[in-house]
């Protein structure tokens, strides 16, 4: 993870190495008792340098948030010249301290195309930070100057506090958006859109690693309390009460494990005695592990597809005596269960460049007129409780959603795979595709995105439901089919997986997909490790006895003066015979 | 080398030797000193089957050594056996007795439970490109060939930037994704993908700009088999890109890692 500044820029970085050390402490000084931005055009020079080797190409040279990438950015860059940052100390609406710039800067924002910096330096950081405020005119204004709000230290986590958060964040509306078991499907959530109209997502909160401010207790209560400008997330600042903000922040925090997503690369896939019943659901799948994989967008075959909605599924897997079953499941803020998907569905290559995936654009506050609970809560912008919140009509849509799951038309011999999208001429793959708008699974056989041909045998069959935010589809397929690879406990078999957001109008090619992982079908009887571990100790146990007798033995019978002498009588060693 | 378990060894090794202990101590110090200089001395770990057979061997040293003359067998024989024998150690021999069986046993039942591992495909991460290809109707030659741009550099080095402008603008708008904002496989998208995209602060300068015209404009499809191309993300870039947009992204790669591309000289001297 090398990072250097060198080769034809290296007078420029030394130029700028200079400057910092001559003005760093007293533009940054003064910059900050100013509460906004300041210093000659000199003092602003290393961020400027640093800017557009760096940031440029997305937050675009005029700091317009209109570089290079922007537009096939979702979430977009940010337009520095409106003032409006999300992460911030400060109250909702102000302007970012010079701190909230520099943390963002160093963190990044995860699962967005903002990238964490930590190869800067303190000193370059903190230039940019001073320099990005030039593109305001509001860091100008010395009334501006952003006055962090308190942020208290945190209590400690209790089961009642989780209780209470859970009781608030019913009441304060927060389901509107984020969803009553917080997976990001509030009724709303379909409408949002930011400032700029972008269509805008809320957070999944089961899933904090994908939280733009960070994961940790201390952030989200930070997110809570002051909002996200441009976006519809108020804060809470002034609507709650520190514990109140503090006894949500342990609910959200209960959602999720602090330790991450735990991404894996080996879907186990566990015998049952019980016959799998399609009948009994997802209580199949209670003794299987869950593999949890990361999605990538499919960028690799036109039309691509920059950044899937769904960033993980996870993966059950188990098998009785005939049968193989899977259980994918992924969190989707609303389900499209009418239209067409299929896996060559083809799409206009312009739909690539629109960068924000096209939804249904009603730009509508999350919260309603009547509601009373976020009485307080201040949005920067427009005024959020202005219309009545949108129902969840459930328009009819034109693509629903879909996936699929992708293993090698034949057990793969040796290394050589298919290749990972959707196979390729020489290996084909097997799709068990399951459009959702449809009441069963269909198979297709590909060899590669540009020839899928429906090869519907029967075998698959499947069932699906949408609940909560989460779809869960059960796949399943005789253990050895007429056609097709058979899957044999204790070997590995490849497994890919592709996910197609309806809302989001992914089909085909723009989709969701994971790279090849392993299916493993852990066979029905592991051996017990007791026998053999008895039988190595019993062995080693049997040779210690026997040299230690032998060795009793052999000296016994000899003055003990002699042993404990320097000196033993030929033959004494232990190797050879004596 | 880690500097630091070195040295500590070192100190180790000459605390010993000041103290004069015993032949049998520096039997076993030998031995437990080399392997943790095998295990835990190097940057790069070195595969268990290897310390293996270089324990194996150090084992064999050490028992050639202590066996090479009567002095030696006796000094290392005689606490062992009074050990054995005498009644003070009766204790500590019954606990050797237990405690030896049931390690052994410890490490049967952890060999037995090992997470459950796919098969690993060790892949040629450069493999050898071949002598030409053929990118938009074009035959381009891989051996013989030139950036038709790099020129530009001493002759027009106004032309040149905006070349790299140009390859700078393909970069942010396709490879990002993967590469990263510092091009050092640090992408949004990198968590997803094994194999790794490429550093290329790591690895360009031992390339030719010809090479990276290869793997750019035919992508992980176009790998031999040695490859793994079934793996591999890397798109082949001539379904998106025009041939110049591609050679402007290899002028850029190596303007912004400050790298130079490997000169065709070198190549006809290997």
């Known amino acids: 993870m090398s990072f250097r500044l060198s080769g034809p820029r290296s007078s420029l970085s030394a130029y700028a190495a200079v400057l910092i050390a001559v003005s760093c402490v007293a533009t940054t000084r003064s910059v900050r008792a100013a509460g906004a931005q300041a210093g000659t055009a000199a003092q602003l020079e290393p961020g400027r340098v640093i800017y557009l080797e760096y940031c440029a190409q997305c937050h675009g040279e005029k700091g317009d948030g209109e570089g290079y990438a922007a537009s096939h950015l979702h979430p977009r860059p940010r337009n520095f010249t409106t003032g409006k940052f999300k992460i911030r100390t400060t109250p909702n609406g102000a302007l970012p301290t010079h701190e909230d710039l520099v943390r963002i800067i160093r963190r990044g924002m995860p699962y967005t195309s903002m990238p964490a910096w930590p190869d800067l330096s303190d000193q370059e950081v903190s230039a940019l930070a001073n320099f990005i405020t030039t593109f305001s005119p509001d860091f100008s204004n010395p009334e501006n100057a952003p006055k962090p709000v308190p942020l208290p230290s945190a209590p400690r986590s209790t089961k009642e506090s989780i209780d209470q958060g859970k009781k608030l964040y019913e009441e304060n509306g927060c389901v509107k958006c984020h969803g009553a078991l917080g997976r990001g499907d509030g009724p709303s959530a379909p409408t949002l859109v930011d400032d700029w109209g972008n269509p805008i997502r809320p957070a999944d909160l089961t899933q904090r690693w994908t939280f733009r401010g960070g994961s940790s207790r201390e952030d989200i209560f930070r997110t809570m309390s002051t909002g996200l400008n441009g976006t519809p997330m108020p804060s809470f600042l002034d609507a709650l009460k520190d514990e109140q903000r503090w006894a949500i922040t342990d609910f959200i925090d209960s959602l999720s494990e602090p330790s991450g997503p735990g991404y894996t690369n080996v879907v186990i896939t566990k015998h049952v005695d019980d016959p799998i019943d399609l009948a009994k659901g997802t209580a199949n799948f209670e003794s299987a592990r869950v593999a949890r994989l990361p999605i990538i967008g499919q960028i690799t075959e036109p039309v691509r597809e920059f950044h899937p909605p769904a960033t993980s599924v996870t993966v059950q897997a188990i098998y009785d005596a005939e049968s193989i079953a899977l259980l994918v499941r992924w969190h989707d803020m609303s389900a499209e269960r009418t239209g067409k998907n299929g896996p060559s569905l083809p799409v206009p290559r312009e739909e690539e460049e629109e960068g924000a995936p096209a939804g249904v654009q009603v730009g509508k506050s999350p919260f309603g007129e009547e509601e009373v609970a976020p009485t307080g809560a201040q949005q920067a912008g427009k005024d959020p409780f202005a219309e009545e919140a949108a129902a969840p009509s459930g328009p009819a849509s034109e693509f629903s959603d879909a996936v699929a799951i992708q293993i090698p038309s034949q057990v793969p011999t040796g290394t050589r795979k298919p290749y990972f999208i959707f196979g390729d001429a020489q290996n084909p793959v097997d799709l068990w595709f399951f459009d959702l708008a449809r009441p069963a699974p269909l198979q297709f056989t590909a060899k590669g995105s540009a020839d899928i041909a429906p090869n519907d045998t029967g075998d698959v069959t499947g069932v699906a439901s949408y609940e909560q935010g989460e779809w869960s589809v059960i796949f399943k397929r005789p253990l050895r089919p007429a056609s097709g690879a058979p899957f044999s406990p204790g070997q590995f078999m490849p497994v890919a997986l592709s996910v197609w957001d309806g809302f989001s109008r992914e089909r085909g090619n723009r989709r969701g997909l994971t790279v090849w992982y392993s299916l493993y079908a852990e066979p029905e009887n592991i051996p017990s490790a007791v026998g053999p571990m008895v039988k190595t100790a019993l062995l080693i146990l049997a040779i210690e006895l026997a040299i230690i007798g032998w060795v009793r033995w052999r000296y016994a019978s000899r003055g003990r003066e002699e042993l404990g002498g320097a000196r033993l009588r030929a033959g004494g060693a232990t190797a050879g015979p004596p | ?270």
């Open chain 2, 1 to 270: 080398m880690k500097i630091p378990i070195v040295l500590a060894v070192a100190v180790a090794f000459g605390l010993l030797r000041f103290l004069r202990v015993k032949l049998l101590i520096w039997a076993a110090a030998w031995w437990i000193g080399i392997y943790i200089l095998l295990r835990f001395g190097f940057t790069a770990p070195i595969p268990s089957s290897v310390i293996t057979i270089y324990m194996g061997i150090v084992s064999i040293a050490i028992l050639a050594y202590v066996s090479s003359s009567q002095e030696r067998r006796d000094e290392i024989s005689g606490p062992l056996i009074r050990f054995m024998t005498e009644k003070r150690y009766t204790l500590l021999l019954a606990v050797a007795v237990v405690a030896i069986p049931a390690l052994a046993a410890a490490n049967v039942y952890v060999r037995m439970n090992v997470s459950i591992e796919p098969p690993l495909f060790s892949r040629t991460v450069h493999p050898a490109s071949p002598a030409d290809i053929t990118v938009h109707d074009k035959r381009i030659d891989l051996d013989a060939g030139e950036n038709p741009f790099r020129h530009l550099e001493t002759s027009n080095p106004q032309e040149f930037r905006k070349h790299v402008e140009n390859g700078r603008r393909v970069y942010y708008q396709n490879c990002v994704f993967c590469h990263g904002d510092t091009m050092s496989a640090n992408g949004m998208f990198v968590h997803g993908l094994d194999p790794i995209p490429t550093n290329f602060h790591d690895t360009i300068a031992q390339l030719r700009e010809t090479f990276l015209f290869w793997r750019i404009s035919k992508g992980g499809p176009g790998l031999p088999d040695e490859g793994g191309p079934w793996d591999t993300a890397m798109p082949a870039w001539e379904k998106f890109l025009q041939e110049d947009e591609m050679w402007d992204a290899v002028l850029f790669l190596y303007d912004f890692t400050g790298q130079r591309p490997r000169g065709r000289e070198e190549v006809a001297t290997k």
